[in-house]
C-alpha cells in the first residue's frame, strides 16, 4: 500500500527564515510520481511541483527547492527567505500510475509565517 | 477562464437531504476525479473517471455517485447526506496523471 508521511503537523517561523518541510513516503511501485501542493486559506490546492522516481536530481524554483532522496525515502521541500505570503497548509503526495488511482496525499503541513 | 470550477462552493443542508456538486472542466483532459478532504486536511480519493470507465474507492459509500454527462464533466450526487459527509470536496483533472489541477471546493455542511 501507499502512504505518505507529513510528520510536522504544524510549523511557525518568522518572515524571512528558511524552512523544511518534510514528505516521507511508502510505495513498492518502481515507478512512481511524488508531488507538492498549496493550499493558501482562500481553500484551492495549488500545484508547484511533480517529481518521477528515476529523477533524483534537486530541483530549485525561485525561493522553493525540493530534495529528493531515493535511498530515505524522503521528498523534502525548503522554502528560503519565507514570506506571509507563504503561509498555507502544504500537501505532499504520490501516485503509483497514470491515471490517480493511487494518488495519495499526506496530511499536509500547515506553515504559518508571522511577520 | 477558470480550468476547473466547481460549483457550489459553499452548501449547507440538512440530514437525509440529496444533494449535487458540480464539476466542469475546460483543459480537454481525459481523466477527472473527486477527493474529499476530512476535517484533518487529509485528502482521499472516491472516484476517477476516463474514457467512460469509472473506477472508485470502495471505501466510498454507494450513497456517493459520480455522473459524466460528457468528458469536460464530472458531478457528484450525494443521497440521504448524514453528518459525517461535511468536508470540503475537490474535483481535479489530469491528461496523463503526471500534473493535476484542482478546483476550488466545495464545503459541504450536513447540518
Known amino acids: 500500500a501507499q502512504k505518505v508521511t507529513q510528520a510536522q503537523t504544524e510549523i511557525s517561523v518568522v518572515e524571512k527564515e528558511d524552512v523544511t518541510l518534510d514528505c516521507v513516503y511508502e510505495?513498492?511501485?518502481?515507478?512512481?510520481?511524488l508531488f507538492w501542493y498549496k493550499q493558501p486559506p482562500s481553500g484551492e490546492l495549488v500545484f508547484l511541483i511533480r517529481?518521477?522516481?528515476?529523477?533524483?536530481q534537486n530541483e530549485i524554483s525561485g525561493r522553493y527547492s525540493w530534495n529528493f532522496q531515493k535511498s530515505t525515502s524522503s521528498f523534502n521541500f525548503t522554502i528560503t527567505a519565507s514570506q506571509v505570503v507563504d503561509s498555507a497548509v502544504y500537501f505532499c503526495?504520490?501516485?503509483?500510475?497514470?491515471?490517480?488511482?493511487?494518488?495519495?496525499f499526506g496530511p499536509g503541513t500547515r506553515l504559518s509565517v508571522l511577520p | 477562464d477558470t480550468a476547473v470550477s466547481q460549483t457550489p462552493k459553499y452548501l449547507v443542508t440538512q440530514m437525509g437531504n440529496d444533494k449535487s456538486i458540480k464539476c466542469e472542466q475546460n483543459?480537454?483532459?481525459?481523466?477527472m476525479y473527486w477527493y474529499k478532504q476530512d476535517s484533518k486536511k487529509f485528502l482521499k480519493i472516491m472516484f476517477s473517471?476516463?474514457?467512460?470507465?469509472?473506477?472508485i474507492n470502495e471505501t466510498v459509500p454507494n450513497r456517493f455517485s459520480p455522473k459524466s454527462p460528457d468528458k469536460a464533466h464530472l458531478n457528484l450526487h450525494i443521497n440521504s447526506l448524514e453528518l459525517g459527509d461535511s468536508a470540503v470536496y475537490f474535483c481535479?483533472?489530469?491528461?496523463?496523471?503526471?500534473?493535476?489541477?484542482f478546483g476550488s471546493g466545495t464545503r459541504l455542511t450536513v447540518v
Open positions: 483543459l480537454g483532459h481525459d481523466t
Open positions: 510505495t513498492r511501485d518502481t515507478t512512481y510520481y
Open positions: 517529481r518521477n522516481s528515476f529523477d533524483e
Open positions: 481535479a483533472s489530469s491528461q496523463d496523471g503526471w500534473s493535476y489541477t
Open positions: 473517471y476516463n474514457n467512460k470507465e469509472l473506477i
Open positions: 503526495a504520490l501516485s503509483g500510475d497514470n491515471y490517480g488511482q493511487n494518488f495519495v
